[in-house]
C-alpha cells in the first residue's frame, strides 16, 4: 500500500511539474477557449488546444488547424457579450474556408493577393470586414484571393499578421496601382472635357491616390465619379465651368448606375488633398420640370466662389 501511495504521489507531482512547466495565461482566453470548445461541439467536432493556445485542431468530419492569436486580439477589443457570436463565426468561416490554397493568416502566402476592393457602406450591412472609409457612403475593403474570386479579409486574421490593418490596406493599394493599371481615354461630354480610367478588375478607385500618374491634376482638385467598381471619370477643377461639369457627371453616373450590372454609385465626388468628397447633387421635378439641386459641401463651394471671382475678372470660363 505504501508502494502505491509512493507511485501515486509522484504521478501527481510529476502532473504538477508539467503544468508548471506551461506558461500562464490570461483568465479571459481561458474562457474564450471554453466558448470555442462548446461551439466546436455543436459544429460536431472535438478539439484540442495547442499548450500555448494559439492554434487549435478540431477533429471530425476532417482535421483542421485554426489560428486563435488574431481571434484573441479581436475578443479584447469586444464585450464579452459578443464573444459567443465572435467565436461562432470564426469557427465557422475557418471551416468555410478550409479549402483555399492559401494560409489567410500567413502575410508571407498572401502578401501578393491583397487587393481593395470599394463598396457601398450600405450594402455591407453587418458584415465584419477590415477597411476604410473613402468618402461616408463607399468603403475601401481589404480583400484575399486570385481576381474576382477575392473575398473580403476578416479583423481576426490581419490580427496574425505583424502589421496593422492600416498598413495592410496600405499594402493591398499599392498591389491594386502595380498590377492592376488603369487606361486612359479623353472625351467631351456635352462641351464637358472628361477622361475616363478603366482597369481590369474592380479596384479602379484604388489609384486616386497616384492620379497624377495619369494627369495633371490641377490645385483644386478633380470631380469624379465611380459608376462601377472599374471605372473612374474625371474633370479637372479649373474654372467654373465646373458647375456645368457636375450636372453633365452626375447625368453620366445616373445613367451608368441604372444599367444595374456591378453598378457602384450614382454620385459625384471631389478628391482634393487625398480626400474623397460627396457633392450631393439631386434631381428634383417641380411644375413638370426636372432640375439639378447641388448642395456642395462647404470646402467645395469656397471653392466654386474662389472660381466665380476668377471668372468675373476675365479668368475663368463659363
Do not use: K
Amino acid at each position: 500500500m505504501r508502494l502505491f501511495r509512493r507511485h501515486r504521489d509522484r504521478q501527481t507531482n510529476r502532473h504538477r511539474d508539467r503544468q508548471a512547466e506551461r506558461p500562464s495565461r490570461p483568465v479571459e482566453e481561458v474562457d474564450l477557449d471554453s466558448l470555442l470548445a462548446l461551439v466546436a461541439e455543436s459544429l460536431g467536432y472535438t478539439c484540442s488546444f495547442a499548450p500555448d493556445g494559439g492554434t487549435l485542431t478540431l477533429s471530425g468530419p476532417r482535421r483542421i488547424v485554426v489560428r486563435l492569436t488574431g481571434l484573441h486580439a479581436e475578443a479584447r477589443r469586444r464585450s464579452r457579450e459578443d464573444w459567443p457570436m465572435l467565436v461562432s463565426e470564426h469557427l465557422s468561416h475557418a471551416l468555410a474556408t478550409v479549402d483555399e490554397p492559401f494560409d489567410a493568416c500567413d502575410l508571407a502566402q498572401v502578401r501578393p493577393l491583397l487587393r481593395t476592393r470599394i463598396r457601398l457602406e450600405e450594402d455591407l450591412g453587418t458584415a465584419r470586414v477590415v477597411g476604410r472609409h473613402l468618402s461616408t457612403d463607399l468603403v475601401e475593403v481589404l480583400t484575399v484571393g486570385h481576381g474576382a474570386a477575392g473575398r473580403p479579409v476578416r479583423p481576426e486574421e490581419v490580427g496574425c499578421w505583424p502589421i496593422t490593418a492600416a498598413q495592410a490596406l496600405d499594402l493591398a493599394a499599392r498591389n491594386v496601382q502595380v498590377d492592376e493599371p488603369l487606361s486612359v481615354t479623353e472625351a467631351d461630354l456635352g462641351g464637358v472635357a472628361i477622361r475616363r480610367l478603366s482597369g481590369p478588375a474592380a479596384s479602379a478607385a484604388a489609384h486616386l491616390r497616384r492620379l497624377d500618374d495619369y494627369l495633371a491634376v490641377p490645385a483644386d482638385g478633380v470631380l469624379v465619379v465611380l459608376p462601377d467598381p472599374a471605372t473612374l471619370v474625371v474633370h479637372a477643377v479649373e474654372g467654373i465651368g465646373v458647375v456645368r461639369a457636375i450636372e453633365r457627371l452626375r447625368l453620366l453616373a445616373l445613367r451608368e448606375f441604372d444599367r444595374g450590372a456591378g453598378a457602384l454609385s450614382p454620385q459625384v465626388y471631389w478628391w482634393h488633398d487625398g480626400r474623397l468628397t460627396l457633392i450631393r447633387a439631386d434631381l428634383v421635378s417641380q411644375e413638370g420640370q426636372t432640375r439639378l439641386v447641388v448642395a456642395p459641401p462647404p470646402e467645395f463651394a469656397r471653392v466654386l466662389a474662389a472660381l466665380a471671382v476668377r471668372s468675373e475678372g476675365g479668368t475663368g470660363d463659363i
